[in-house]
């Protein structure tokens, strides 16, 4: 594992001046040419100038001994998309970590380390990946957007990351991920982040946990439980999978552009057998349920079940058919979807459907 050498912030905006403070903070941080250290800044200069600049001293560091983190500020953001005449895009859930705190934090509360794989869905421009860099983790990134690969190969350059250029939605995930098990860790594009947390859980199961930041309501919806406001279908599909809870909220203001909400960490971690067993009811029949009962979420559930469960199937499930459909846990879902799906094998006689 290399050292990590930090260097002071704002160094980097006094181009010119820099090298020799960057020198003595290398020689102040103990370190001797040929050391593996890993050098982290919230600097925006390519790997490339700074190899210069040591050069010019005189220093001559071998870049493989080297590599470079670089941590980017508000400053370095904004300068960084001017200068790739980048504007983030909203339809991509472009908003970018600017805060070295936070996503140092969220490696942390990941609990990763030098044994794990770790998978993000959008690197965007690499703060959090150059964290989950820092834990000694391998990690493979998913980026839609062709602009910022080129950013991350730049930048990201020498490190132990694979960049993938790809649609998280649309990726043939068991081809990437392989045999492995993996830890999923992402600032994830919030327009897509409900579909992508359910969509790995019941597709991907080389991942066994998750620790991702979504809107807070997002996130509240994903780990509610029966009787909440957040309470819905998602939530039923996210307990059948897994146990989740919010490890922590983020303010708005550690992104740029800063969004109009604010965010959450949601863990999330994978149970060993589903939360209900696939021989009272299949998955798909839970979901069929779960859509007809979540589609009037206030009604009572004999009228918004009406085309699927006659009373016999409430009195069969033992729930009552006045019941709402924020007021039954998975369990009750699973009695109900499991008397949905035997009355309809085995309908009483003389009753058609
Ligand atoms: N990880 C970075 C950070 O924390 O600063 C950026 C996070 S930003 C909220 C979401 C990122 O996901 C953007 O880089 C965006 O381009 C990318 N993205 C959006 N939709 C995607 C998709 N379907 N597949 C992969 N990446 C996607």
Not at 170 to 178: E, K, R, T, V
Not at 346 to 352: D, V
Request: charged fraction near 20%; glycine fraction near 10%.
């Amino acid at each position: 594992m290399p050292r990590r050498l930090w260097l002071p912030s704002g160094l980097d905006e006094r181009v010119g001046s820099w090298t020799a403070d960057f020198i003595g903070a290398v020689s102040n941080g103990g370190c001797h040419q040929g050391d593996g250290v890993r050098v982290c800044s919230q600097a925006s200069l390519p790997q490339s100038r700074w190899a210069a600049a040591l050069a010019e001293a005189g220093l001559g560091f071998h870049s493989e001994a080297y590599s470079w983190c670089v941590v980017f500020g508000r400053y370095q953001v904004r300068e960084l998309l001017s200068r790739q005449g980048m504007h983030p895009r909203r339809s991509l859930g472009q908003n970018f970590v600017v805060d070295a705190n936070t996503t140092r934090r969220i490696a942390q509360l990941a609990g990763v380390g030098p044994a794990d794989h770790v998978v993000e869905i959008g690197p965007g421009l690499g703060a959090l990946t150059q964290a989950l860099l820092e834990t000694g983790a391998a990690v493979t990134a998913v980026e839609r957007d062709p602009r910022l690969i080129d950013v991350l190969k730049a930048e990201l350059e020498g490190s132990a990351v694979t960049l993938v250029k790809g649609d998280a939605m649309h990726l043939d995930w068991n081809g990437l991920l392989g045999q492995e098990q993996w830890v999923m860790v992402s600032n994830l594009p919030y327009n897509v982040a409900t579909p992508l947390v359910v969509g790995i859980l019941e597709e991907v199961h080389q991942v066994k946990r998750m620790l991702v930041m979504v809107q807070r309501e997002v996130g509240e919806r994903m780990v509610a439980t029966a009787g909440g406001q957040a309470y819905g279908a998602v939530s039923v599909k996210v307990a059948y999978f897994a146990n989740a809870k919010i490890a922590r909220r983020v303010a708005r203001t550690v992104f740029v552009p800063q969004p109009k909400v604010d965010s959450v960490l949601v863990d999330i971690h994978r149970r060993d057998r589903p939360g209900l067993e696939p021989a009272m009811v299949s998955y798909e029949e839970l979901c069929k349920v779960l859509r007809a009962g979540f589609a009037h979420r206030r009604k009572m559930l004999r009228r918004s079940l009406a085309a699927m469960a006659g009373p016999e199937v409430f009195a069969k499930a033992g729930i009552s058919g006045e019941a709402r459909a924020e007021e039954l846990d998975l369990a009750a879902w699973g009695r109900l979807a499991a008397a949905c799906t035997s009355d309809l094998l085995n309908p009483e006689p003389g009753r058609s459907r």
